[in-house]
Nanobody, 128 residues
Framework: QLQLVESGGGLVQPGGSLRLSCTASGDSLGYYAIVWFRQAPGKEREGVSCISGVTRTTYYAGSVEGRFTISRDNAKNTVYLQMNSLKPEDTAVYYC?????????????????????WGKGTLVTVSS
């Protein structure tokens, strides 16, 4: 049973940086695609970035492309989301999820279908 825990959230000024971590236990993360979602108060949850398992294919939402970088360290069973040039509109609870479908090996998608495992989220607040 895969379990995911997010960490690294906090309060940061606009233009600042944070690195979020998604650490897995219970199973090896190497074959799973990992997707970062976020949800701001009163808004729908949206995909932010994802990285596939074996092929390490990455994808970014247009709103974060060029500012965020997703990576993984399978030896540490961890996926990271480096967030630079943060904006107030990045304020949200950030969740990581693992894709339990076979596509996870080579592709990643930013929708909730197939996301069998979720963390509880970590809050990122970008404010002056």
């Amino acid at each position: 049973q895969l379990q995911l825990v997010e960490s690294g959230g906090g309060l940061v000024q606009p233009g600042g940086s944070l690195r979020l971590s998604c650490t897995a236990s219970g199973d090896s993360l190497g074959y799973y695609a990992i997707v970062w979602f976020r949800q701001a108060p009163g808004k729908e949850r949206e995909g932010v970035s994802c990285i596939s398992g074996v092929t390490r294919t990455t994808y970014y939402a247009g709103s974060v492309e060029g500012r965020f970088t997703i990576s993984r360290d399978n030896a540490k069973n961890t996926v990271y989301l480096q967030m630079n040039s943060l904006k107030p509109e990045d304020t949200a609870v950030y969740y990581c999820a693992a894709d339990g479908t076979v596509r996870s090996m080579s592709v990643c998608v930013m929708n909730e279908y197939g996301m069998h495992y979720w963390g509880k989220g970590t809050l990122v607040t970008v404010s002056s």
